[in-house]
């Protein structure tokens, strides 16, 4: 036994060398090898993460669907919801087609891109990055694109709506997009050149639809009922406060993708782009009640969603450039700016049912220039000026040509539904269904005027509409 005992110690040893010996037949660690491999890790993380993001700004679609379809009447809930669907469908085969190709192509005059069209920069076997670079693209070009929805809802022709999806998605949006953020694939455009800084699209995607938004709003003209003879504003109240509610959640959610996806990068940086586009919602949220509340003596739901989106389309553009106390005064600011462009739009009897225009025009316009007045590296007249330029430029660009497109449906295929659909609703005319088949749909006008014309919907509410895309 004491022989047994004096062996162990022995034994023990040996199983421990073991491990480095089956070590030892390996091929021997180098510096060389250990970077590839924690460069191969880098690269797998920032496909992960990339695509993760995409699927985040993705599911926003799903918070545009819910955000509109709840701010506007029951009987124009199915057209809405096509819009969103189709906004994604057709946005993402002429974005494939076109679209990409004008955005991020090689290009010798920084105006647009020349390659890349179908896809054509992949090749099995190749690098794949074109591909997870594309997909996050795409959901961009898709949210560009469906901002405009909200403020052309309950009278544009379906078909016609289908139209400007396919040109904003493969024209206007990527040729604008070329001239800020072209570098960041074969591209390079003349804006990014300058300085220009819109780190995630506060006006490349945020502004660029607001515009459009705009333009499509005026050539159309107002809803029915919504201006009385002498004037006045009639608000027509949304259907379904919960549903915008939750579509605002969903978008707050999706912008952690939107913002800190934009590094197309695992890294650290994401960590205070994440807060800095928590606070300036909560901030924006926060200051458009406040506003509400002194305007209207009401502590108004739809202002305050509205504010929430307005902070985070503000804090898009300088997100990765300046502190956390900077992007709680951008979304303030942003919180109060969405109110007032609300009822100024209002006042000049520019017919917004969901408040796209102010949310995404104006406030993306603010955060652009705020990320110019903040900048965590300091500021001068130079860097302001860019980003003055930057605004000014993609307003012309957007307003212009969108309005001409608008005009150019109108002239052909037509642009409004008849006032007898309006007045019906788009969806049994439109698309032969009912969102809600099993209930009579009543106006609030039934109870306060005794009459259910879908002409005076509206009349009776609170001074403010719900605003919000």
């Known amino acids: 036994m004491k022989k047994i005992l004096r062996k162990i110690p022995l034994l023990i040893g040996i199983l421990l060398l073991l491990p480095l010996l089956a070590w030892g037949a390996d091929e021997v660690p180098t510096i060389t090898g250990n970077a590839d491999a924690i460069k191969a890790v880098q690269t797998n993380a920032d496909y992960v993460w990339t695509l993760v993001a995409a699927a985040l700004v993705f599911f926003m679609q799903a918070g545009f669907a819910m955000v509109e379809t709840g701010f506007t009447r029951a009987k124009n809930a199915v057209n809405i919801l096509m819009k969103n669907l189709m906004d994604f469908s057709m946005g993402s085969i002429f974005y494939w ?8 192509g090689a290009t010798t005059t920084g105006w647009f891109g020349t390659s890349g069209f179908f896809l054509s920069d992949f090749s099995p076997g190749g690098d794949p990055w074109v591909l997870a670079f594309w997909m996050f693209q795409v959901v961009f070009a898709a949210t560009a694109a469906t901002i405009v929805s909200g403020a052309m809802a309950e009278r544009t022709k379906f078909i016609s709506y289908l139209i400007y999806s396919a040109v904003v998605s493969g024209l206007i949006y990527p040729i604008f997009g ?7 694939f074969h591209g390079g455009g003349w804006l990014e050149g300058l300085g220009f800084i819109d780190f995630a699209g506060s006006t490349v995607v945020h502004s660029i639809g607001g515009w459009v938004a705009l333009a499509g709003a005026i050539v159309l003209g107002p809803r029915i009922g919504k201006y009385t003879k002498d004037g006045k504003v009639r608000a027509i109240p949304g259907h379904n406060l919960p549903l915008a509610a939750l579509g605002v959640f969903i978008l707050w959610l999706g912008w952690f993708g939107f913002n800190p996806g934009s590094t197309t990068a695992a890294n650290k940086d994401i960590a205070m782009i ?5 606070l300036a919602a909560a901030a924006g949220c926060i200051l458009a009640m406040v506003t509400s509340w002194l305007r209207f003596k009401k502590f108004d739901v739809g202002m305050s969603l509205n504010g929430a989106l307005a902070g985070l389309v503000a804090i898009t553009s300088p997100c990765a450039t ?7 005064i951008i979304g303030a600011i942003a919180g109060i700016l969405v109110v007032l462009a609300v009822l100024f739009f209002d006042r000049i009897k520019v017919d917004d049912p969901v408040g796209a225009i102010s949310v995404h025009g ?13 900048n965590i590296g300091g500021t001068s007249a130079k860097i302001i000026g860019v980003q003055l330029l930057g605004i000014g430029t993609a307003f012309v660009w957007a307003f212009t040509t969108a309005f001409v497109m ?3 449906i109108d002239l052909t295929v037509g642009l409004r539904v008849s006032p007898e659909e309006e007045l019906e609703g788009l969806d049994y005319g439109e698309h032969g269904a009912r969102a809600y088949p099993d209930f009579q749909i009543v106006s609030a006008t039934t109870f306060a005027a005794g009459s259910g014309s879908s002409a005076n919907e509206g009349a009776w509410s609170s001074a403010t509409a719900p605003a919000t895309n």
Do not use: R, Y
């Open 97 to 104: 087609a076109v679209g990409f190709g004008l955005m991020f």
């Open 178 to 184: 070329s001239w800020a953020w072209g570098g960041l």
């Open 274 to 278: 994440f807060v800095n586009t928590n």
């Open 322 to 328: 300046v502190t956390p106390l900077s992007s709680l």
């Open 362 to 374: 104006v406030c993306g316009a603010w955060g652009t220039l705020s990320a110019g007045i903040f």
């Open 406 to 408: 608008f005009k150019l």
